[in-house]
């Protein structure tokens, strides 16, 4: 199509004769503009038309159409899997660099500290059928696997404040029915990994993509106040450094005896300590772009490693300017083996707070027995009701977390794979529920 901006009327036009090699000069009329315009317009529209690039005129049967398949019947599992493993996962696996190793140390820290905190709070909401070690278990296994495998390796596969939620509400079930909470808990997950498979199957996550910004960042926004929440001081759980400063605070028990021990010391020590590791964190983010240090490298890397650095000055100056103070301490355990220590070999109670003057026989077994259910052979197909709520809690933590790793801002160009990373938790919530971790 010609741009008439372009044509020049009533002046001299040179053009190159590519046939006789001479310069041939013609004057266009004005008049005669508009209906050369529509002459070359037509003819390339029937061009158009004729190589099939028109839409409206498209063959639904073309080429094109055919090259790009259905997502439902398993079809997106395999194009996922082709699209982002399929095709970057040897780039991924040899892209070593500076950031590499200051990326790992900050996520080291930001999963180890959850996976003990979350531990504890599922060792009191289910009676300790599931602990500090099977969290960190749950969340080194899968993060490692999802990594290798997964299509989307940039999400962290972690502990949630809703699913420690349902959890409880699957304890208090199990409970009631009188059947053991991690055989329960067991068929409950075998059920949503089932559903995970079928929503895999057939493409459930493409209303995913409908998902709006505002829903993206709602949720981002949702999961920032839990963690700010929770390091302040939680409304709902004696949580955060506020409560460091009331003397009834769980934290002061073991010092009771210490006659040196101040609560308020501690309180007040917390609270420098929370802020001082924040601000120094901020700091080194931003020496990228100060005037200090002489070269660009060296402001990079004291960026990158900003994080850890922060954490590691202040953690010296607790232990070593300030060793007399006692603050608290994760709460790592000292031995790999379950939470769970049974009183006897049935395993139905826990030691000591069940059986006190009794020796531990030992820890529960790693396998859950899928058949202990008291005799009560509906509770397999009763839980695929509960299974159904956990399903679309897990299914929609995941989806609007992976719809927000691969908004267009983040300029990623991994590629998505949404049905095949459905599949993979899938399999993580099967191996974790036979194995008495938290999904």
Not at 76 to 91: C, L
């Amino acid at each position: 199509m010609v741009d008439g901006d372009n044509i020049l009327t009533n002046k001299e036009i040179d053009e190159n004769n590519p046939i006789a090699g001479k310069k041939i000069s013609r004057k266009i009329d004005s008049s005669k503009l508009d209906n050369l315009q529509h002459e070359l317009t037509l003819t390339d529209t029937i061009q158009t038309k004729i190589e099939g690039d028109d839409p409206l005129c498209h063959d639904s049967n073309s080429d094109e159409h055919e090259n790009k398949p259905s997502e439902s019947c398993g079809r997106g599992v395999i194009a996922d899997a082709r699209k982002t493993i399929g095709t970057y996962w040897v780039k991924e696996m040899t892209n070593f660099s500076q950031k590499t190793i200051p990326v790992s140390f900050f996520l080291f820290f930001a999963c180890i500290a959850p996976a003990i905190t979350f531990g504890g709070i599922y060792a009191k909401v289910t009676h300790n059928w599931i602990g500090a070690v099977e969290m960190i278990t749950a969340t080194a296994w899968c993060g490692i696997t999802y990594s290798l495998i997964g299509g989307q390796p940039m999400m962290i596969n972690g502990g949630t404040g809703p699913v420690l939620a349902f959890s409880g509400v699957l304890y208090k079930m199990s409970e009631s029915i009188g059947v053991p909470f991690l055989t329960f808990n067991a068929w409950v997950g075998f059920w949503v990994a089932f559903y995970m498979v079928i929503a895999a199957f057939v493409d459930l996550n493409r209303f995913i993509k409908y998902a709006t910004r505002f829903t993206d960042e709602v949720f981002a926004l949702l999961i920032s106040v839990i963690f700010i929440i929770d390091a302040l001081g939680n409304p709902f759980s004696p949580v955060g450094i506020y409560y460091y400063f009331a003397e009834w605070h769980p934290s002061h028990d073991k010092y009771d005896t210490d006659p040196n021990y101040s609560y308020q010391a501690t309180a007040l020590l917390s609270l420098l300590l929370c802020i001082g590791t924040t601000a120094l964190a901020f700091f080194l983010r931003n020496a990228k772009f100060s005037p200090f240090c002489c070269s660009h490298t060296i402001r990079s890397a004291i960026t990158d490693f900003g994080v850890v650095a922060s954490i590691a000055v202040f953690t010296l100056i607790d232990v070593y300017l300030f060793g007399d103070i006692k603050t608290e301490r994760l709460n790592v355990p000292d031995v790999f083996a379950p939470t769970f220590l049974c009183c006897t070999s049935a395993c139905e109670n826990y030691y000591p707070s069940d059986c006190p003057d009794v020796a531990p026989y030992g820890s529960r077994p790693w396998l859950v027995d899928l058949m202990d259910l008291n005799g009560k052979t509906w509770v397999p197909l009763m839980a695929a009701g509960p299974a159904l709520l956990a399903f679309i809690l897990v299914f929609l933590d995941d989806g609007i977390t992976w719809h927000l790793i691969n908004h267009p801002s983040h300029r990623l160009q991994h590629g998505e794979a949404y049905n095949y990373d459905t599949i993979i938790i899938a399999f993580m919530v099967a191996v974790n529920s036979m194995l008495g971790l938290p999904w």
